[in-house]
């Protein structure tokens, strides 16, 4: 069935520098892909998007990268910070317009 | 805010009582989601609603049973749950319109089955 695989489960960087979570996913036909930044005790919020037709999009410090051929995509984040902390969940699109979800990264930023 | 409101934010239960968890959006949203967050595993889509018509239900079990009165409103009636059933329940809503879109979420409820 339809799946997306994320990972790492839990990343640990220094502040100041980057950090890449990854995503695979199944369905050919996904074409919308958010990513998701919940902080502790608090509801999912979106950060960025990306749509299919669209192989990279950027917003300040924060990026996704798409490969369609690999169906793989990616958040990446510069320049961390202690509020860049919290649990990131990327999503694809299914055929129903419905989003099936990564299980999550914990993102810790060292001081 | 996001517009999507849920109640209540925390919710012990036993095995044997009849709870409801409500879910209002004010953003004008045709679809309306519950989704089970546990520890660990990805979001868990539960029941889906467009348009006020349940359009999904991924093999929850009889235990809980969604109403959507209208567009703006969803609950989520629980029975009988088992402590398996613990975990944080968030509800969602989105405009669909042929396109997939950003899902707003509320802030969800912390249910504990005792």
């Known amino acids: 069935g339809e799946n997306v695989e994320q990972h790492p489960s839990t990343l640990s960087v220094q502040e100041g520098d980057s950090a890449v979570i990854k995503c695979t996913y199944s369905?050919?036909?996904?074409?919308?892909f958010p990513w998701y930044k919940q902080e502790l005790g608090k509801r999912p919020q979106l950060i960025i998007d990306i749509r299919s037709n669209v192989g990279e999009k950027k917003d300040q410090r924060i990026a996704v990268t798409l490969n369609k051929t690999a169906k793989h995509f990616s958040l990446h984040i510069t320049e961390t910070q202690p509020e860049d902390s919290a649990v990131y969940f990327c999503a694809a699109s299914n055929s129903n317009y419905q989003l099936i979800w990564g299980a999550g990264t914990k993102l810790i930023i060292k001081p | 805010e996001t517009g999507v409101t849920q109640t209540p934010r925390h919710l012990v239960m036993g095995m044997t009582n009849k709870k409801s968890l409500k879910c209002e959006q004010h953003?004008?949203?045709?679809?309306m989601y519950w989704y089970k967050q546990s520890a660990k595993k990805p979001l868990e889509l539960m029941f889906v609603?467009?348009?006020?018509?349940?359009?999904e239900n991924n093999s929850v079990p009889s235990r809980f049973s969604p109403e959507c009165p209208n567009s703006s409103h969803l609950f989520l009636h629980l029975h009988t749950l088992q402590p398996e059933d613990s975990a944080l329940y968030l509800c969602?809503?989105?405009?669909?319109?042929?396109?997939?879109?950003?899902?707003?979420f509320g802030q969800g409820t912390r249910l504990t089955v005792v």
């Open positions: 953003l004008g949203h045709n679809a």
């Open positions: 969602a809503s989105s405009q669909q319109n042929g396109l997939s879109t950003e899902a707003f």
């Open positions: 609603y467009n348009f006020k018509e349940q359009t």
């Open positions: 369905d050919s036909a996904s074409n919308y």
